[in-house]
């Protein structure tokens, strides 16, 4: 059975940082292109940053450059989202995911990814 749990969330003002962390388990890890995701009230779920099984390769979403990193431990099963210079605009419930395919692409849209977790909620206040 494959689980992602995710944990860091919390409440934080503007300016501020926060690390993410998720752990998975019942997938192996270090085969799999790994996202962190984040939908808002009434906004569509999207794509916040991604990684390679290898961790060589990385991708984020324009408005989140510069500020956020996402990096992965293959010995630790876990995948980490670093978020310095917090915006109210990043208040969101953020998830993470793993990839459909083995040693596949860079999955850059929310419909490549199979198994999420159940999502850790980051609120940045004015």
């Known amino acids: 059975q494959v689980q992602l749990v995710e944990s860091g969330g919390g409440l934080v003002q503007a300016g501020g940082s926060l690390r993410l962390s998720c752990a998975t388990s019942?997938?192996?890890?270090?085969?799999?292109?790994m996202g962190w995701l984040r939908q808002a009230p009434g906004k569509e779920r999207e794509l916040v940053a991604a990684?390679?099984?290898?961790?060589?390769?990385?991708y984020y979403v324009d408005s989140v450059k510069g500020r956020f990193t996402i990096s992965r431990d293959n010995a630790k099963n876990t995948v980490y989202l670093q978020m310095d210079s917090l915006k109210p605009e990043d208040t969101a419930v953020y998830y993470c995911?793993?990839?459909?395919?083995?040693?596949?692409?860079?999955?850059?849209?929310?419909?490549?990814?199979?198994?999420w977790g159940q999502g850790t909620q980051v609120t940045v206040s004015s």
């Open positions: 995911a793993s990839d459909r395919n083995a040693y596949g692409l860079l999955p850059q849209r929310v419909s490549q990814f199979l198994y």
């Open positions: 990684i390679s099984s290898s961790g060589g390769i990385t």
């Open positions: 019942g997938v192996i890890f270090s085969r799999y292109a």
